[in-house]
């Protein structure tokens, strides 16, 4: 079975809001150095779009100011809150966990996460 299980995406119009979640296995994500998420469009490479790692924060610039990440440890569940939403969101949207602590030039990499979810998509109209 599947350790990181993401939901809540979906179609919203633009300029709307949705709220990714991902649901890990008991202290999997509190245990866990990094957590990110990432996000593919077809035609596209896989992207980071955000992460947490060591206690600090990180966005990718298409995202800065529109999307929030963060953790419900007492819950063990990760989540991408995004607002504002554009057309040139819509992707599939994976989250990831890493063991090591990743800094602003490696967190947002797939390269360095070794745990992957399923993928949940998301659908921006405008």
């Known amino acids: 079975q599947a350790r990181l299980v993401e939901s809540g995406g979906g179609s919203v119009q633009a300029g709307g809001s949705l709220r990714l979640s991902c649901a890990a296995a008991?202290?999997?994500?509190?245990?866990?150095?990094?957590m990110g998420w990432f996000r593919q469009a077809p035609g596209k490479a896989r992207e980071g779009v955000a992460a947490?790692?060591?206690?600090?924060?990180y966005y990718a610039d298409s995202v800065k100011g529109r999307f929030t990440i963060s953790q419900d440890n007492a819950m063990n569940t990760l989540y991408l809150e995004m607002n504002s939403l554009k057309p040139e969101d819509t992707a599939m949207y994976y989250c990831?966990?890493?063991?090591?602590?990743?800094?602003?030039?490696?967190?947002?990499?797939?390269?360095?996460?070794?745990?992957w979810g399923q993928g949940t998509q998301v659908t921006v109209s405008s």
């Open positions: 008991s202290g999997y994500i509190t245990s866990s150095n990094s």
């Open positions: 947490v790692s060591g206690g600090n924060t």
């Open positions: 990831a966990a890493a063991s090591a602590l990743l800094g602003w030039w490696s967190s947002l990499l797939r390269q360095y996460y070794n745990y």
